[in-house]
């Protein structure tokens, strides 16, 4: 069976993040998203909060598991017998920033990175600048799937 993680702070989910997990469920039999806790992180949105976003988003979809995970990523790969990271590119940023991260998991074990390409119509959201326009009482409907907005 082909299983993927696809890691991240997910505070919260975006149409980005749907976007990319939507294009790799023909990639795979189970990609599982794991939400990554940093003792360190403040996060906007409560951990709980988060889970049920996601597990909301994807109720109709049996591919798609929702976890959470402390420590290094590719441990938790080894843990769940996963055998592929998956993650989202938006710009040259990410890319340069995932190619290291990419690069030293793989000295790390054998999983492998699979990597997709942002859409256009969604290449501009993050969860950073939605929290900003959140956290100034703007309108996020434009960027985050319903079960977000129902919050
Ligand atoms: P992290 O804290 O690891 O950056 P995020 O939740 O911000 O976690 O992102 C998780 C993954 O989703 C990363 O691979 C990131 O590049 C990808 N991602 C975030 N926003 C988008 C987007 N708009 N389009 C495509 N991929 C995205």
Same mark, same amino acid.
């Given at each position: 069976?082909?299983?993927?993680? *696809?890691?991240?702070?997910?505070?919260?989910?975006?149409? +980005?993040?749907?976007?990319?997990? $939507?294009?790799?469920?023909?990639?795979?039999?189970?990609?599982?998203?794991?939400?990554?806790?940093?003792?360190? =992180?403040?996060?906007?949105?409560? @951990?709980?909060?988060?889970? $049920?976003?996601?597990?909301?988003?994807?109720? $109709?979809?049996? =591919?798609?598991?929702? &976890?959470?995970?402390? +420590?290094?990523? &590719?441990?938790?790969?080894? =843990?769940? $017998?996963?055998?592929?990271?998956? %993650? +989202? @590119?938006?710009?040259?940023?990410?890319?340069?920033?995932? =190619?290291?991260?990419?690069? &030293?998991?793989?000295?790390?074990?054998?999983?492998?990175?699979? *990597?997709? @390409?942002?859409?256009? &119509?969604?290449? *501009?959201?993050?969860?950073?600048?939605? %929290?900003?326009?959140? %956290?100034?009482? +703007?309108?996020?409907?434009?960027?985050?799937?319903?079960?977000?907005?129902?919050?």
């Amino acid at each position: 069976m082909r299983r993927a993680i *696809f890691p991240g702070s997910f505070d919260p989910i975006t149409l +980005g993040h749907v976007d990319i997990v $939507n294009r790799a469920l023909p990639l795979f039999d189970e990609i599982i998203i794991a939400i990554g806790v940093n003792a360190d =992180k403040k996060y906007m949105f409560s @951990l709980d909060e988060r889970i $049920n976003f996601i597990k909301e988003n994807y109720k $109709n979809e049996p =591919k798609i598991k929702v &976890t959470t995970y402390t +420590g290094l990523t &590719t441990d938790y790969c080894q =843990k769940m $017998n996963v055998d592929f990271i998956l %993650r +989202g @590119l938006r710009n040259p940023a990410d890319f340069e920033f995932e =190619k290291a991260i990419a690069q &030293t998991n793989r000295k790390l074990s054998e999983i492998e990175t699979v *990597f997709l @390409l942002t859409s256009a &119509t969604t290449a *501009f959201i993050s969860s950073s600048i939605v %929290r900003d326009v959140y %956290r100034h009482g +703007g309108d996020i409907s434009k960027f985050v799937p319903k079960s977000v907005l129902k919050k």
